[in-house]
């Protein structure tokens, strides 16, 4: 249907609604820029660094590529991603390539399953971060999930949310007896957890928590917006 529509309707600027382009170059200029420290409510244990706030062309964004399903926004989502990936690196945040290759894990969402079939938006900007970082070999491994009985957490306060997702996250593809193991081997790698908008820190503190009980060090989450 979308694929339809966009036969149908004017091209527009998903950040802007400027005619004629998928995403302009103002909107590309609000979403390309040195990632800020945000320092959510629930701290999730680790830097967190977003690449502005939840506002104008990276709200518009997110919803387009959400709500919307309008797949080409995670084209220029995933590579603000990417570079900001890079000011990190300049920054001394987080390390270069040289010291440890990069992995993406996607923070889950309880909605995402219900949208399984048009591909989970988080992790489609994710791969294209990772695209974009070539020819470097990040990996984007679908770790975590989020198991059944989390509630939609629009309007909750930041205790809610925490209770929310407590123990609801749960890491897939990766056993525990294998773990010990696996955190050896992940000791020279970069992990950044990635989400589309981090509101109270609920979600990455949970996945923090779940990583870390696999041995799997994180050293920050980077999102596109912080509300
Ligand atoms: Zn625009």
């Known amino acids: ?20 382009e998928n995403w302009c170059a103002a909107c590309s200029r609000a979403l390309f820029v040195p990632p800020v420290t945000v320092r959510p409510r629930v701290d999730p244990g680790v830097p967190c660094w977003a690449l502005g706030t939840y506002s104008g062309p990276r709200r518009n964004g997110v919803i387009a ?7 080409s926004v995670a084209a220029p989502l995933g590579r603000a991603l990417a570079e900001a990936v890079g000011h990190l690196r300049d920054a001394g945040e987080i390390d270069p390539p040289e010291l440890g290759s990069l992995i993406l894990v996607c923070a889950p969402s309880r909605a995402r399953a219900a949208r399984a079939r048009g591909g989970d938006p988080v992790l489609r900007c994710a791969r294209v971060a990772a695209a974009e970082l070539a020819p470097e070999r990040v990996l984007v491994p679908e770790l975590l999930r989020m198991s059944g ?20 996250i749960e890491a897939v593809g990766v056993r525990r007896s294998r773990a010990d193991r696996g955190a050896s081997r992940l000791v020279s790698h970069t992990v950044l957890l990635i989400d589309d908008v ?28 912080s509300a």
């Open 149 to 168: 009985g989390v509630r939609d957490s629009v309007g909750l306060s930041a205790g809610q949310r925490q209770h929310n997702v407590a123990g609801r």
């Open 1 to 20: 249907m979308r694929m339809l529509l966009d036969l149908v309707l004017p091209l527009e600027c998903a950040g802007c609604g400027l005619l004629g």
């Open 65 to 71: 590529l959400k709500e919307r399903g309008r797949r």
């Open 198 to 225: 981090v509101t109270t820190g609920a979600t990455l503190a949970e996945s923090a928590r779940v990583l870390g009980e696999f041995g799997v060090p994180l050293a920050g989450a980077l999102v596109v917006a």
